[in-house]
């Protein structure tokens, strides 16, 4: 639980069977549900893939990776629940910046970064989504990503809703990767598979972010 003020200003997480949250209109609170734990097939995989990488950081990585580690997470501080910047850690930052790899079929990533950020890239443009289940936009394949071996974006759709809506924070699910070439960078627009089924009429919601081959 985490709060700003004695008269609950700003707050997020839950006390007692009272849920602290904010949306585009401001705070909000709910009573706290404990949610039921299906054990989805990709929940497993997502699971084993963090229980994977923690085995790695204890008994693969030499001490002086994870001094790396360290400094990069510490040096990058990631974005809290109310937005305010915070030291993740060495095994933190680590999972992070391999999890989404693995799940896109990317070779692992054991040195940490030597520029300290989060690196950026040209955000897409022109989103489409048809009845042939395709998600695509463009991108700027001049981007250093995009001629960078082992590097890639990747894209997550989300489920289909009703077109009034203009918020959506999930769930996301992995839909597929626009690999990057030193040779032959990709050519824009791409176009992936949604793995929800798009139903005309709906708002499809979808997200992408860049994983580089540091």
């Given at each position: 639980m985490k709060f700003k003020s004695s008269v609950y200003t700003q707050a997020s997480g839950s006390i007692g069977g009272i849920t602290y949250a904010h949306n585009r209109g401001g705070m909000y609170t709910r009573a706290r549900a404990t949610p039921t734990n299906p054990?989805?097939?990709r929940q497993t995989e997502v699971r084993n893939r963090m229980s994977q990488l923690t085995n790695l950081w204890?008994?693969?990585?030499?001490?002086?990776?994870?001094?790396?580690?360290?400094?990069y997470a510490s040096a990058v501080p990631l974005p809290d629940r109310l937005g305010e910047p915070r030291n993740v850690g060495g095994l933190g930052m680590y999972v992070r910046s391999n999890l989404a790899r693995l799940q896109a079929g990317e070779p692992r990533v054991d040195d940490a970064p030597v520029i300290f950020d989060l690196g950026d890239f040209t955000p897409i443009t022109s989103p489409t989504a048809n009845d042939s289940e395709a998600?695509?936009?463009?991108?700027?394949?001049?981007?250093?990503?995009?001629?960078?071996?082992?590097?890639?974006?990747?894209?997550?759709?989300?489920?289909?809703v009703n077109p009034t809506i203009n918020y959506y924070t999930g769930p996301w699910r992995y839909a597929g990767k626009i690999q990057g070439d030193s040779i032959t960078p990709p050519t824009s627009p791409f176009s992936v598979t949604s793995q929800f089924t798009l139903i005309e009429g709906q708002k499809v919601f979808f997200r992408v972010q860049v994983t580089r081959a540091d």
């Open positions: 054990q989805t097939i204890v008994n693969t990585l030499t001490d002086a990776q994870r001094i790396l580690w360290d400094a998600l695509g936009a463009a991108f700027t394949n001049t981007d250093d990503w995009a001629g960078e071996d082992d590097a890639a974006m990747l894209v997550y759709g989300g489920r289909p």
